[in-house]
Nanobody, 124 residues
Framework: QVQLVESGGGLVQAGGSLRLSCAAS????????MAWFRQAPGKEREFVTA????????DYGDSVKGRFTISRDNAKNTLYLQMNSLKPEDTAVYYC?????????????????WGQGTQVTVSS
């Protein structure tokens, strides 16, 4: 098993930037493909971005492509999400998640491990 703890959320003005971190403990971090999801009030959980176990492959949802960057440091057991050019519609609770699916996934049901979430609020 792996335990995940997100940090780095907060309040930022539109156009600003934030960097989220997800610290992993437990089973070897590099055994898992990772992803970020988000959920806004009254909306379904949404795929944001994913990264392969080695970090060599990434995938982005259309709404964040070109603005967000996912990365990982397997030596530090940490996943990152750099968010630039933030918009009010990016406001949500952001979750990191881990999956043993070899190629990674966009489907939240395939992620067996989740952090508690961190709130990101973007003001207009």
């Amino acid at each position: 098993q792996v335990q995940l703890v997100e940090s780095g959320g907060g309040l930022v003005q539109a156009g600003g930037s934030l960097r989220l971190s997800c610290a992993a403990s437990g089973r070897t971090f590099s055994s898992y493909a990772m992803a970020w999801f988000r959920q806004a009030p009254g909306k379904e959980r949404e795929f944001v971005t994913a990264i392969s176990r080695s970090g060599g492959s990434t995938d982005y949802g259309d709404s964040v492509k070109g603005r967000f960057t996912i990365s990982r440091d397997n030596a530090k057991n940490t996943l990152y999400l750099q968010m630039n050019s933030l918009k009010p519609e990016d406001t949500a609770v952001y979750y990191c998640a881990a999956t043993t699916v070899v190629g990674g996934s966009r489907r939240d049901l395939e992620f067996g491990y989740w952090g508690q979430g961190t709130q990101v609020t973007v003001s207009s």
